[in-house]
């Protein structure tokens, strides 16, 4: 079955970086696009980025434009988040999710970053 692992999570200081990684298993994982996610205490759930299959294009939401870089492996079948110039409201849950046939149809379990000095 699909399954998706979250990993790369922690403690940031703002100004900082961290870097996410997804691992997938269950699937032929180049054949699918795949989406970055967060979630805020008493927030909903919110889109950050997506990148196509092949990785030739990648689409990303204002609010992180710039300072995220979503990008993957297909031989490793892993995808990243790359996070810089972290802000205190950066902390949140951070998900991966398939993208397939226009909907996030696999989420994983969530990676928790907490942005604080």
């Known amino acids: 079955q699909v399954k998706l692992v979250e990993s790369g999570g922690g403690l940031a200081q703002p100004g900082g970086s961290l870097r996410l990684s997804c691992a997938a298993s269950?699937?032929?994982?180049?054949?699918?696009?795949m989406s970055w996610h967060r979630q805020a205490p008493g927030k909903e759930r919110e889109f950050l980025a997506r990148?196509?299959?092949?990785?030739?294009?990648?689409h990303y939401a204002d609010s992180v434009k710039g300072r995220f870089t979503i990008s993957r492996d297909n031989d490793k079948n892993e995808v990243y988040l790359q996070m810089n110039s972290l802000k205190p409201e950066d902390t949140a849950v951070y998900y991966c999710?398939?993208?397939?046939?226009?909907?996030?149809?696999?989420w994983g379990q969530g990676t928790q970053v907490t942005v604080a000095s």
């Open positions: 269950g699937y032929i994982f180049s054949n699918y696009a």
């Open positions: 990148i196509t299959n092949t990785a030739l294009a990648t």
């Open positions: 999710a398939r993208f397939y046939l226009g909907i996030f149809d696999h």
